[in-house]
């Protein structure tokens, strides 16, 4: 009885070749895997991103409540984007545009030359941190510390950053700057920013809007070590 012996196609030969490669790749690769004589599963890390904001006010135009703001994120996010908040009468719209290349904001400085502009007035802190406009009659400091808010965003937001304590919190997380025969009245936040315990890096003051750029640092880092720094916009009426 002659014994039968299967005969292949080229097609079958190259897939049954192709197979057995693939699984000597397999077995390969598996001798470099950890081995504990359990199932295998991965550690649980968070992500971490260092993302490093910087704002810089480009400007804001006359006769109109429109500013343009750059943001550039360092870290891993490698990123900058346009913000441009218009303010209107009882809702602020805010569009945000991402660049193609990062840190390319040469070309603002041509668009800046074209438009009709405020010049506003640049404040910095001195070194009791307070800062002030005698001409304006503008003072102001750095909030007081509010451990309340710190120890509720520590509780409840510890995997969170400031945008997900905005969200929820809105005005009653946010604590203005300490005033004197000043009133504030806030019309904008960004929303990544963190603004209690905060300091005030820099100040923008427009005379002819009666506006307040007021531009925030947080020594703080949330869930990735991303920082919070951010702004706030406010209409200014000096009451003495």
């Known amino acids: 009885m002659k014994k039968f012996i299967p005969v292949l196609s080229n097609k079958n030969r190259v897939v049954a070749c192709l197979s057995v490669v693939l699984l000597n790749l397999a077995l390969l690769l598996s001798s470099f895997l950890p081995y504990s004589g359990t199932s295998f599963s991965a550690t649980y890390r968070p992500v971490t991103t260092n993302c490093d904001q910087k704002f810089t006010l480009f400007f804001k135009l006359a006769y109109e409540d429109i500013f343009w703001i750059g943001e550039d994120l360092y870290g891993e996010c490698g990123q900058s984007n346009l913000i441009q908040v218009f303010l209107g009468g009882e809702k602020t719209l805010v569009k945000k545009m991402e660049l193609a290349v990062f840190e390319s904001w040469g070309w603002v400085e041509q668009a800046k030359k074209v438009m009709?502009?405020?010049?506003?007035?640049?404040?910095?802190?001195?070194?009791?941190?307070?800062?002030?406009?005698?001409?304006?009659?503008?003072?102001?400091?750095?909030?007081?510390g509010n451990e309340g808010l710190k120890k509720q965003f520590e509780k409840e937001f510890a995997e969170n950053c400031a945008h997900q304590w905005n969200q929820k919190m809105q005005k009653s997380g946010i604590d203005e700057p300490q005033t004197?025969?000043?009133?504030?009245?806030?019309?904008?936040?960004?929303?990544?920013?963190?603004?209690?315990?905060?300091?005030?890096?820099?100040?923008?003051?427009?005379?002819?809007?009666?506006?307040?750029?007021v531009m925030t640092h947080h020594e703080h880092r949330c869930a990735g070590s991303d920082t919070m720094h951010g702004f706030l916009i406010y209409k200014f009426k000096v009451t003495k």
């Not at 800062?131 to 750095?142: K, P, Q, S, T, V």
């Not at 603004?195 to 750029?213: A, H, M």
Request: proline content about 6%.
């Open 180 to 213: 004197w025969d000043l009133d504030l009245d806030l019309v904008y936040y960004h929303a990544d920013g963190l603004y209690f315990n905060y300091q005030i890096e820099k100040v923008f003051v427009f005379p002819e809007s009666n506006l307040l750029l």
């Open 116 to 144: 009709r502009t405020e010049k506003p007035i640049l404040l910095l802190p001195s070194s009791n941190r307070k800062i002030e406009y005698a001409e304006l009659g503008i003072r102001l400091r750095d909030p007081k």
